[in-house]
């Protein structure tokens, strides 16, 4: 019998986690009303109650369902066979989900941190409903020859290819979402680990998500000196520049005789500009100016446009088709220059695969690459502008002062200096397309960086008619040295200054764009000098002498110590038609820290500055070693995936600790914290895992210093509860923050392989605040399992579990017979009879998942062919075992019951079967009739203490739940805790069975957390309880999918709101019977067929005003004045609850312009009334009605009245009863006829505001 194989260490092997594990994390959903309206073509974007799928390159899935109050729940399905956990973690507003595996791929830089952004890949339109395929660009591995070209021209398995990138020696490819875990397979298998972490097999280097690109959006040709060249006669004739933008109004008068080629990338999309920014920017270089009489000209009306549409209708593209634009534009027209008004919305350091494009293209034909910096204001330049060789543009206004918008240098990484040059980009006149909504007539005025480049385009092209031999580095280099300076511009803001026309054109001097000394790391013992060469280039017939002196800035924004830029002369004498060179030497040691950079002056005999090169050196700050060490239970090496987060950084990064154990790194001088999840032995002697939780909060890093994650010092985490219990589920938080800003966030949805949790004690912070959580759900356990045998004391198994895809025994107790059959395939059963009787067999790994899965999928159906009652699967690793077991498309459940116990535990178990007499007892309980929900929370530091929770029942708060419904619908409940100490609470989401009840026992917060509570019925109907505190002692009762269901509004889903002149209304039409239950339709983000319908009508008067067949209604007031609107919501459902089968509510109220926003005050109500599991009352029952305004609504009132109307007959007749009670709450009593089987309701309310509500409830509740 084989041993399991060795521990293997640190999160990249993980094991695989339960079915169904979630995380919550604040959404881009407003957390109070605004002002601003919302895009119509948005209508489910970011508001309260909505629901966006979202399946990994992984595949596995992860739902995210927006809150009230800003935060979301993210729930993550992992897909089945999975082999890791699931790490979450927040940056900024984003949530990140990553898979186990994933991780060292991420680590070694082969796999795009963005293909786990699930922020990113909701708001690009990447989620399931808008898009079955994941579009992704595979970059691989240099090597030449006939078979690396042959690979580079199909897809990898799993894939689609949608066009070779030769450029980046790639291919843009898709991946179907529906692949799941055979795509990663075949992505990761076979897979190395690289002394530089994982990377892929099959000749891929790395892969990258194909993201969105958008078009940057901003006087003008007489600003930079067009009309002089045009004066000249030198308009850009013949000159070929390419526009890769949204396209073209090819019928614009200013543009229908420009155009000499055009080509679509956007597919399913010609060429024509519905966007309105690539007209925008073609006029600007070339547009005629013929539907203005020439005046609004673009700066070079005699050149050729070739316009490559490679952003959408909507302004955006994928980064795959940009790149084949960019190949269109150099290598197929072979264009002079190549504008670009386009870029990333995060910074680059010029290394993705945009920028090696622009790179590599530059070299191989010559062409200019004219991109904008972007607009994000601050320092960072987008990709492609961040490329080396682009010429990269940022913007500025009229007067020639840097826009407020402007991407700024130097470049992320490096410190590289971008952008180049500058151009006028702020309320630009150009061409507007007819295609556009915006604007009227044939001008349109816009800002950005997108309207600067094509001044620079333009002008390159005006150059490239005087000189149509030079290349486009020579163009760069005259375009940036003849550039107009602007001394209130540093250098690293703007470059060399604003582009000039007149002097890049008419001017006979020009010279090297940039002489940079380079990048000098700390701590600077060995700084030696770098020389660099400025050539001068003189294209007129006389010689020219110039003076040459340098002028430059240090960090401080004072004048540059003397000595740190030196000139080899301080004049040179270029020749008619010839160029002469000097050298400047950047000394690193005469510098501040930090940058400092300036420009090389060149005067003529006049004094005139008719040229100037960049120059600048950065001498690095300070800068320590950080040596990270990892320590096993042993003492020996750990290795495996860490994160490490420098305080004020945006972003964690994952790092790789090698085998040694041992890991120096060279870092910034700052406050850093590091954090680690590792493999390790379990509380027991046997084959159980632990999973270590190994930091280190506060690591200040001013010297070299040492951080040890030490696995001997660990302390095991647990929870005891007063009832025997099991692990539902499990997750460990860690949170560090800083008074700064600096957040480091992280929670580890822990696997089922793991029996046991271990965390090392911390010293306490001693800046800012650091808190460690760890929450468990547990119930009763599903299987237990005893074995006795003569002669031999009896055997439990305590880490037995029910495998996933299991059909589960009834509950009850059972003594079963036993039998060993080795590797339990069919031929194994030959001969045997174990009718009735508990199969023992061995776990089969195979060569590939898909062969594990069939292996897996074939015992099962073996053993049950067989007629065996139970199929126990002995682990052949470390851990409890996790292992689909039902059908190989993962559609249905096996057709037995199969448990999963550890190697150890599992070969005595074979042991003594083979000696013969061994029976095995065992209870089940498919449904727990308790749950433990518990959070224990660690303020400040780990200490090193036991760290097992331990309550009593009096020190819970007792939740009575019931859960109505039928025992063959697909039901789950979860349960989340809210901490205060972050943007975001984590909880679990769990199968249960409807038509029962259970005993919940929940840590009360205690001021430190709340609890939001869910329940449904998978992908059809979810149900939402206000988030909520529990408190110590106390007994409530929670009901779950009963009647009366009907629209109701809560917390947990976005209130009805006005900003400005748009109302934003968000009807939830489901809630149950529960007292402020909010209830939402699944079946419109899941997938599944839809058995829910409704519609939300917003009328002024009588006049309908918008209207929408789902929840959110978005839609602009027809007036700014105080007017009176009726808001309809009208639901039916099909099978989904035996009743409430059709309601309809109108809710009536005021409401006026703001500037701050304001919540709607809609009336809501709420029904009490007795009822089984199947939804039925008494005949005579007692009926309570409640009516309450949402909190903090504007314009609510106090609740004056009600009236309350029953139906027996679906509607047709209609009984007034009387109602006792009043501040809100009434009751009364109401008897069904005999014949009747359904009693409607329909009830009426109003406050002293005089809002008001009308709601009918078909079948509202059975009667029996």
């Known amino acids: 019998m084989s041993r399991p194989s060795s521990r293997r260490r640190g999160l990249s092997v993980l094991a695989a986690s339960a079915l169904f594990v979630l995380a919550a994390y604040p959404s881009h959903a407003l957390a109070s009303p605004r002002a601003t309206p919302p895009a119509q073509g948005e209508a489910h974007a970011a508001t309260g109650g909505t629901v966006h799928r979202v399946t990994l390159i992984t595949g596995d899935t992860v739902t995210v369902t927006a809150l009230a109050d800003g935060r979301s729940v993210a729930t993550v399905h992992q897909v089945q066979g999975s082999t890791g956990g699931v790490l979450t973690q927040t940056v900024g507003k984003d949530l990140y989900v990553y898979p186990a595996e994933a991780l060292p791929y991420v680590a070694s830089g082969a796999l795009d941190k963005r293909l786990f952004d699930v922020s990113l890949l909701i708001a690009d339109g990447y989620d399931d409903a808008h898009t079955a395929q994941l579009p992704l660009i595979v970059q691989y591995a240099k090597a030449t020859g006939a078979a690396a070209r042959a690979a580079r021209a199909v897809a990898p398995a799993g894939m689609s290819l949608a066009r070779p990138l030769t450029a980046i020696n790639g291919a843009a490819v898709t991946a179907a979402r529906s692949g799941g875990a055979r795509l990663w397979q075949s992505l990761t298998q076979p897979a190395t680990a690289a002394a530089t972490g994982a990377r892929f097999g099959g000749g891929i280097d790395r892969v990258w998500l194909d993201g969105k690109v958008k078009a940057t959006l901003a006087q003008s040709t007489a600003q930079i000196g067009a009309p002089d060249a045009w004066n000249a006669g030198v308009t850009g004739k013949?000159?070929?520049?390419?526009?890769?933008?949204?396209?073209?109004?090819?019928?614009?008068?200013?543009?229908?005789?420009?155009?000499?080629?055009?080509?679509?990338?956007?597919?399913?999309?010609?060429?024509?500009?519905?966007?309105?920014?690539?007209?925008?920017?073609?006029?600007?270089?070339?547009?005629?100016?013929?539907?203005?009489?020439?005046?609004?000209?673009?700066?070079?009306?005699?050149?050729?446009?070739?316009?490559?549409?490679?952003?959408?209708?909507?302004?955006?593209?994928?980064?795959?088709?940009?790149?084949?634009?960019?190949?269109?534009?150099?290598?197929?027209?072979?264009?002079?220059?190549?504008?670009?008004?386009?870029?990333?919305?995060?910074?680059?350091?010029?290394?993705?695969?945009?920028?090696?494009?622009?790179?590599?293209?530059?070299?191989?034909?010559?062409?200019?690459?004219?991109?904008?910096?972007?607009?994000?204001?601050?320092?960072?330049?987008?990709?492609?502008?961040?490329?080396?060789?682009?010429?990269?543009?940022?913007?500025?206004?009229?007067?020639?002062?840097?826009?407020?918008?402007?991407?700024?240098?130097?470049?992320?990484?490096?410190?590289?200096?971008?952008?180049?040059?500058?151009?006028?980009?702020?309320?630009?006149?150009?061409?507007?397309?007819?295609?556009?909504?915006?604007?009227?007539?044939?001008?349109?005025?816009?800002?950005?960086?997108?309207?600067?480049?094509?001044?620079?385009?333009?002008?390159?092209?005006?150059?490239?008619?005087?000189?149509?031999?030079?290349?486009?580095?020579?163009l760069k280099d005259a375009l940036v040295s003849t550039s107009k300076e602007t001394p209130d511009i540093p250098v690293v803001d703007g470059g060399a200054g604003r582009v000039d026309a007149h002097a890049a054109v008419l001017g006979s001097i020009d010279a090297s764009a940039e002489a940079w000394s380079g990048y000098y790391p700390w701590p600077h013992t060995g700084d030696k000098s770098t020389t660099k060469t400025v050539t001068y280039t003189n294209t007129g017939a006389s010689d020219v002498t110039l003076s040459l002196a340098t002028k430059a800035t240090g960090p401080d924004g004072n004048p540059a110590p003397a000595g740190v830029f030196t000139l080899s002369a301080q004049s040179v004498t270029v020749p008619a038609h010839g160029t002469a060179q000097v050298s400047v030497t950047g000394d690193p040691n005469a510098a501040a820290y930090g940058v400092t950079d300036g420009q090389v002056q060149a005067t003529d005999a006049t004094g005139a500055v008719v040229a100037h090169t960049l120059i600048g050196v950065e001498r690095e700050d300070e800068r320590y070693n950080l040596t990270v060490k990892a320590t096993d239970r042993s003492g020996a090496p750990l290795s495996g995936t860490a994160v490490l987060y420098r305080t004020g950084d945006p972003y964690p990064n994952p790092i790789t600790i090698p085998a040694s154990g041992t890991l120096t790194m060279r870092l910034p001088k700052g406050e850093y914290s590091l954090l680690m999840y590792a493999d390790l032995p379990g509380a027991t002697a046997g084959d159980d895992l632990g999973l270590g939780v190994l930091s280190v909060p506060q690591i200040d890093l001013d010297a070299n210093r040492t951080a040890a994650l030490d696995a001997r010092t660990a302390r095991q985490v647990a929870a005891v509860t007063p009832q025997t219990s099991a692990d539902r589920e499990l997750r460990v938080e860690w949170n560090r923050a800083t008074p700064g800003g600096g957040l480091l966030n992280e929670n580890f949805l822990v696997p089922i392989q793991y029996t046991s949790v271990w965390a090392q004690p911390t010293a306490p912070v001693t800046d800012g605040s650091f808190h460690f959580d760890t929450r468990w759900s547990k119930g009763a356990p599903p299987v237990t399992l005893t074995a006795t045998e003569p002669r031999f004391p009896s055997e439990s198994f305590p880490d037995a579990v029910v495998e996933p895809g299991s059909t589960l025994l009834p509950a009850g107790s059972r003594r079963l017979k036993v039998a060993y059959l080795g590797n339990g395939l069919a031929a194994d059963y030959t001969g045997r009879n174990v009718k009735g009787m508990a199969v023992v067999v061995q776990h089969l790994t195979g060569a590939s998942f898909d062969q594990t899965a069939a292996y897996a999928t074939a015992q099962a159906q073996a053993a049950a062919a067989a007629g065996a009652k139970l199929l126990i699967v002995v682990n052949d690793s470390y851990g409890r075992l996790a292992q689909w077991y039902g059908a190989a498309d993962f559609t249905t459940n096996s057709p037995i019951e199969v448990v999963g116990v550890r190697h150890d535990e599992g070969s005595a178990l074979v042991s003594a079967t083979l000696r013969g007499g061994v029976q095995l007892d065992t209870v089940s309980t498919p449904n727990t009739p308790y749950v433990y929900d518990l959070v224990e929370r660690k303020d400040g530091n780990i200490p090193n203490q036991d760290l097992t929770y331990r309550p009593k029942l009096t020190d819970l708060a007792r939740v009575d739940s019931r859960f109505a419904g039928s025992a063959t619908a697909p039901g789950y409940e979860g349960r989340y805790d809210m901490q205060n100490f972050d943007q975001f609470g984590v909880g679990f989401d769990m199968v249960q069975q409807l038509g029962t009840v259970r005993t919940d026992y929940v840590t009360p917060g205690a001021g430190g957390f709340k609890w939001y509570d869910e329940a449904g019925i998978t992908n059809v109907v979810n149900e939402r309880a206000l988030i909520t505190d529990y408190r110590k002692g106390t007994r409530s009762t929670v009901n779950w999918l009963t009647p009366v269901v009907h629209p109701r509004l809560n917390n947990a889903g976005s209130l009805p709101f006005r900003g400005g002149d748009w109302f934003s209304l968000n009807i939830p039409g489901y809630g149950d019977g529960n007292a402020g239950h909010s209830g939402f339709d699944y079946g419109l983000w899941s997938g599944t067929p839809d058995k829910m319908l409704e519609t939300v009508t917003l009328y002024q008067g009588s006049t309908k005003i918008g209207s929408t067949i789902y929840q959110q209604l978005n839609v602009q007031a027809p007036s700014q004045a105080t007017l009176p609107y009726r808001l309809v919501a009208a639901t039916s459902q099909n099978g989904v609850f035996p009743t409430s089968t059709a309601t309809r509510t109108e809710w009536g109220f005021t409401s006026g312009t703001n500037t701050d926003g304001a919540w709607i005050p809609l009336i809501q109500l709420d029904y009490g009334v007795a009822t089984d599991l199947n939804g039925d009352a008494a005949r005579h029952s007692t009926l309570t009605l409640t009516a309450s305004q949402l909190p903090g609504a504007t314009g609510a009132g106090t609740i004056t009245g009600a009236t309350l109307q029953v139906s027996f007959d679906d509607g047709s007749t209609w009984h007034t009863v009387s109602l006792k009670g009043g501040h809100g709450s009434w009751s009364t009593q109401i008897t069904a006829p005999s014949w009747a089987r359904y009693v409607s309701l329909r009830a009426t309310s109003h406050d002293s505001a005089h809002n008001t509500v009308t709601q009918t409830v078909l079948r509202a509740y059975g009667v029996k």
């Open 238 to 474: 013949g000159v070929d520049v390419a526009v890769l933008d949204t396209g073209i109004d090819a019928g614009h008068p200013d543009l229908s005789t420009q155009i000499a080629a055009s080509q679509s990338f956007v597919p399913g999309e010609d060429t024509t500009d519905h966007y309105g920014h690539g007209t925008h920017v073609s006029s600007t270089i070339a547009g005629t100016g013929a539907a203005s009489n020439g005046v609004e000209k673009g700066v070079a009306p005699g050149a050729h446009l070739l316009v490559g549409k490679v952003l959408s209708d909507q302004g955006e593209g994928d980064e795959s088709w940009i790149i084949a634009g960019m190949q269109w534009a150099a290598q197929t027209e072979h264009a002079r220059v190549i504008s670009m008004s386009l870029g990333s919305p995060e910074a680059s350091d010029g290394t993705d695969p945009m920028s090696q494009a622009v790179n590599d293209l530059s070299a191989s034909t010559g062409a200019l690459f004219v991109i904008a910096a972007g607009n994000s204001g601050g320092p960072g330049v987008s990709s492609p502008g961040a490329a080396t060789d682009a010429l990269t543009v940022g913007a500025v206004d009229s007067n020639d002062q840097l826009a407020w918008f402007s991407s700024t240098g130097p470049r992320t990484i490096d410190g590289g200096l971008k952008p180049e040059i500058t151009a006028p980009g702020v309320d630009i006149l150009a061409a507007r397309s007819q295609y556009d909504s915006e604007g009227s007539g044939s001008y349109i005025t816009m800002s950005g960086t997108s309207m600067a480049t094509p001044h620079v385009a333009g002008t390159a092209a005006l150059l490239a008619e005087e000189h149509p031999d030079w290349t486009g580095q020579q």
